[in-house]
């Protein structure tokens, strides 16, 4: 995107409307590009980052509603968790209402100026 002068990175803008670090935006993109649950470990193997990394923002992410967790029980025991992305018209919307409020912020200054 181009604003003035300036390029604007799309992901720039939605990492700072969620207040991703860029690992935590990394896995996010990822869950976003996948339709079905997966596991850490999948997503450790698909992203090239280490597993307690991608672990990490993914709790951050499920803290912040942007992902679901499943749990699966094993026939034998034990159980897994399964991570798949929330609402995705609830993310969009989420990130509208904060760049909105910012033009808003910037339209009040504009006035003083």
């Not at 604003?3 to 700072?16: H, N, P, R, S, T």
């Not at 996948?34 to 280490?50: F, H, P, R």
């Not at 951050?60 to 992305?85: C, D, M, P, T, W």
Request: hydrophobic share 35%; with cysteine; proline share 0%.
């Amino acid at each position: 995107m181009e604003f003035a002068c300036k390029q604007i990175d799309l992901d720039e803008v939605v990492k700072c409307s969620l207040g991703l670090t860029r690992a935590e935006y990394r896995v996010f993109k990822k869950y976003m590009a996948l339709k079905n649950q997966v596991t850490l470990a999948d997503l450790s193997k698909k992203t090239g980052l280490d597993r307690t990394t991608v672990q990490k923002a993914s709790l951050k992410l499920v803290e912040r509603g942007l992902l679901s967790r499943f749990q699966h029980n094993r026939a034998r025991g034990g159980y897994e968790f399964f991570y798949s992305i929330a609402d995705r018209k609830e993310i969009r919307s989420k990130v509208r209402t904060i760049v909105r409020s910012w033009w808003e912020t910037v339209d009040d200054n504009l006035q003083y100026w």
